[in-house]
């Protein structure tokens, strides 16, 4: 079955770094975009890095020069390094995969929690 787990979330300092995990089986993960999104309680849940099955890469705006988003395609995983982490970036966070073609697909792993905080 498809599973994709999201690991390396925690408890940080503002100001400090982070990078996360998102082992991906079950389907063919270099057809797939690859992409982290967050959750904030009472916030809507935001895109904040997609990874194409080409490797070009998209940020939101709040997040961009400060994460990085990269995959490797031979270990099945996708990376979200996070820099100058600011409280403003306390979420869950949720690796997603998704194709267009030949069919709609879409994956969601369980998230990870990622507190910034002094």
């Known amino acids: 079955q498809v599973q994709l787990v999201e690991s390396g979330g925690g408890l940080v300092q503002p100001g400090g770094s982070l990078r996360l995990s998102c082992a991906a089986s079950?389907?063919?993960?270099?057809?797939?975009?690859m992409s982290w999104y967050r959750q904030a309680p009472g916030k809507q849940r935001e895109l904040v890095a997609r990874?194409?099955?080409?490797?070009?890469?998209n940020y939101a705006e709040a997040v961009k020069g400060r994460f990085t988003i990269s995959r490797d395609n031979a270990k099945n995983t996708v990376y979200l390094e996070m820099n100058s982490l600011t409280p403003e970036d306390t979420a869950v966070y949720y690796c997603?995969?998704?194709?267009?073609?030949?069919?709609?697909?879409?994956?969601w792993g369980q998230g990870t929690q990622v507190t910034v905080s002094s």
């Open positions: 079950g389907f063919t993960f270099s057809s797939y975009a």
């Open positions: 997603n995969g998704a194709r267009i073609v030949p069919l709609i697909q879409a994956y």
């Open positions: 990874i194409t099955s080409g490797g070009s890469t």
